[in-house]
């Protein structure tokens, strides 16, 4: 279990830079703002492609096949009530309180002298109903819908657990969330999950329950070798899909981007034990809340200070995604060292 944890740790952080890899617009700061150059600006687009559409959206779907496997590891019907308590403290208060945090930056950048920087920001109107959007449904905070997600799936924890205690119905039950988009049934409105990605967390469910110890150990190395090859294959048919080149409907996607997944989490054997466990990896929450933000800024000041040419989308992005994970890595770290309590909240209570 100690490799377990060790590489749960590691490769969170690993999808948390990708997070950020997906949202940092330094390829569009320039292919919006500059001329069009021949070739070059073919080069930044391909190049975006790869990194925001290709290799990065592993990130999401192996995040939630994790949630999934975590959860349900030793899973019974009588700890309900006890996982229910443990995720409100995991994901729910934070969840909150980053809500709310946002919320309250999205005040201050609406009627305040610093509105002038956020010329492109919705004014936000203070109402009740507003509050409670940005605070319960996280108008503010897009990029927690995710959160939004795991806490409506620990409420329907019953209903996963039944649907996968065999295991030849729990891989009907994986198969069929694949279509689930197909369907368009409105209860996923009224709840307002994204219902395309349960299949990710229903495929964890059934790892946690049914094949957990595979979870635990270090992958043979013929399977590693073979996971790499899966990996840079699912990326191949993702570019050649984004590019036009392929059509794949939605239900294949999700498919490939499942076993994308897998092949990662097994591929990821390859170099978790050469890399040593750190503090700053246990960063992964204020990665997730601040990187749009952060980024954001971080790219604008190198394209305003930098020379104005279409290479340089490659030097922003390179600098500005590093950049983006240092800086929300040093305050986090300063605020676990001198507002520990404040840590706890905002980090979910993980030390």
């Known amino acids: 279990m100690d490799y377990y944890w060790k590489k749960k740790t590691i490769l969170?952080?690993?999808?948390?830079?990708?997070?950020?890899?997906?949202?940092?617009?330094?390829?569009?700061?320039?292919?919006?703002?500059?001329?069009?150059?021949?070739?070059?600006?073919?080069?930044?687009?391909?190049?975006?492609?790869?990194?925001?559409?290709?290799?990065?959206?592993?990130?999401?779907?192996?995040?939630?096949?994790?949630?999934?496997?975590?959860?349900?590891?030793?899973?019974?019907?009588?700890?309900?009530?006890?996982?229910?308590?443990?995720?409100?403290?995991?994901?729910?208060?934070?969840?909150?309180?980053?809500?709310?945090?946002?919320?309250?930056?999205?005040?201050?950048?609406?009627?305040?002298?610093?509105?002038?920087?956020?010329?492109?920001?919705?004014?936000?109107?203070?109402?009740?109903?507003n509050v409670v959007e940005a605070i319960l449904f996280r108008k503010c905070n897009y990029v927690f819908w995710f959160m939004y997600d795991l806490i409506i799936y620990t409420i329907l924890t019953p209903v996963f657990d039944l649907l996968t205690s065999r295991k030849w119905i729990g891989w009907l039950f994986t198969a069929g969330t694949l279509f689930l988009p197909m369907l368009k049934l409105g209860i996923f409105d009224?709840?307002?999950?994204?219902?395309?990605?349960?299949?990710?967390?229903?495929?964890?469910?059934?790892?946690?329950?049914?094949?957990?110890?595979?979870?635990?150990?270090?992958?043979?190395?013929?399977?590693?070798?073979?996971?790499?090859?899966?990996?840079?294959?699912?990326?191949?048919?993702?570019?050649?899909?984004?590019?036009?080149?392929?059509?794949?409907?939605?239900?294949?996607?999700?498919?490939?981007?499942?076993?994308f997944a897998l092949a990662f989490w097994n591929a990821a054997d390859a170099v978790v034990p050469a890399v040593r466990e750190r503090t700053f990896m246990k960063s992964t929450m204020f990665i997730y809340a601040l990187h749009p933000d952060v980024s954001a800024v971080i790219v604008k000041c190198i394209y305003l200070l930098g020379p104005k040419r279409m290479w340089m989308a490659f030097v922003n992005f390179g600098i500005s995604a590093v950049l983006t994970v240092v800086v929300i890595c040093i305050a986090a770290e300063l605020l676990r060292r001198y507002l520990p309590k404040t840590y706890g909240v905002l980090a979910g209570f993980r030390k």
């Open 12 to 129: 969170s952080f690993m999808l948390s830079v990708m997070v950020t890899w997906i949202h940092t617009s330094a390829f569009e700061q320039y292919t919006l703002q500059l001329p069009y150059q021949a070739g070059m600006s073919e080069a930044v687009t391909i190049c975006g492609y790869f990194f925001q559409y290709t290799v990065c959206r592993v990130a999401v779907p192996l995040f939630f096949m994790m949630a999934g496997a975590n959860f349900f590891r030793n899973y019974s019907s009588d700890m309900y009530g006890r996982k229910l308590l443990s995720r409100a403290r995991s994901l729910l208060i934070p969840y909150l309180a980053w809500n709310t945090l946002v919320m309250l930056f999205y005040i201050v950048t609406s009627y305040t002298a610093v509105s002038q920087f956020f010329t492109g920001r919705e004014k936000f109107v203070l109402s009740v109903s």
């Open 190 to 259: 009224v709840i307002r999950i994204d219902e395309s990605y349960m299949v990710f967390y229903a495929f964890g469910c059934m790892i946690g329950k049914h094949y957990f110890h595979l979870f635990t150990q270090r992958s043979e190395r013929s399977v590693r070798m073979v996971s790499i090859l899966i990996c840079a294959a699912c990326m191949t048919l993702q570019m050649l899909h984004k590019c036009g080149i392929l059509t794949l409907p939605g239900v294949a996607m999700n498919a490939l981007i499942l076993v």
